[in-house]
């Protein structure tokens, strides 16, 4: 298998202390069969209180190539992490995805053959192994957002993707929550660039829970999560349809 001359893998996290160990074993293998160079970097929020930056900061201790980065409690939602994983990326090769272990980082290697024709490769879940009501709730969401936007990938909010480094400098992503995956998905679109979709397997979460849902076990979103992701569909709508700026 080709190797690319360099990679960047970042995951952002919140209370997953019991998923980074698997997290970053499979990460490590996965960069040194499929790149030459490589860095994987863990944005832990703040907030995180389960003993997750302490584990990053020793594993970074042990490893140089994984990297520890702090997302500010005052910069707040995996949109604004995403951002922050890709401004500390060091490579022009980036790939993310979620630290909860429900995706096989093996399935990167299905990714390595196209990146060099595409500038994205986005990752659609082939079967989605998650709670009834949370599949219901991502079904309408991709409907919306795919209607609004015009995004024409089927799987919009899967934290599944290989990025090219020169797309996220040109691309001003102002989305800091749920809604980040589509906006540089619906920018990239308008600007050109060449975006490719893969199927990939998707497991159930085993270790931790969702940050977005409500704690009464209905796997339904936070009402706060839903009003952010309104305001921020708002200023999506601004950006592309008003002030065209992508």
């Not at 080709?2 to 990679?7: G, V």
């Not at 934290?159 to 800091?176: E, M, N, Q, T």
């Amino acid at each position: 298998m080709r190797k690319l001359d360099e990679l960047s893998m970042f995951f952002p996290a919140y209370n997953e202390v019991e998923n980074i160990p698997k997290l970053v074993k499979s990460a490590k293998k996965v960069c040194r069969e499929t790149s030459k160079k490589y860095e994987i970097i863990i944005v832990v929020h703040q907030n995180s209180s389960d003993g997750t930056t302490e584990l990053v900061k020793k594993l970074g201790e042990k490893d140089r190539k994984i990297k520890l980065v702090i997302q500010k409690k005052t910069d707040p939602g995996v949109g604004a992490a995403i951002r922050i994983g890709f401004n500390s990326a060091k490579y022009k090769n980036i790939f993310y995805a979620d630290s909860d272990n429900q995706f096989n980082l093996e399935e990167f290697k299905k990714f390595v053959p196209f990146t060099d024709k595409h500038d994205i490769i986005a990752g659609y879940r082939i079967k989605r192994n998650d709670p009834e009501a949370r599949i219901f709730t991502a079904k309408v969401y991709n409907a919306i957002v795919r209607t609004i936007f015009l995004v024409k990938q089927k799987d919009v909010d899967c934290a599944f993707r290989f990025v090219k480094r020169d797309i996220v400098k040109k691309i001003r992503l102002v989305c800091r929550h749920g809604l980040a995956t589509t906006e540089l998905l619906a920018k990239a679109s308008r600007r050109g660039y060449s975006i490719k979709q893969i199927g990939v397997n998707h497991y159930p979460r085993t270790f931790g829970k969702p940050v977005f849902e409500i704690e009464s076990g209905l796997n339904i979103p936070k009402p706060k999560v839903v009003w952010g992701l309104f305001v921020e569909m708002i200023k999506l709508f601004y950006d592309i349809y008003i002030v065209r700026d992508y």
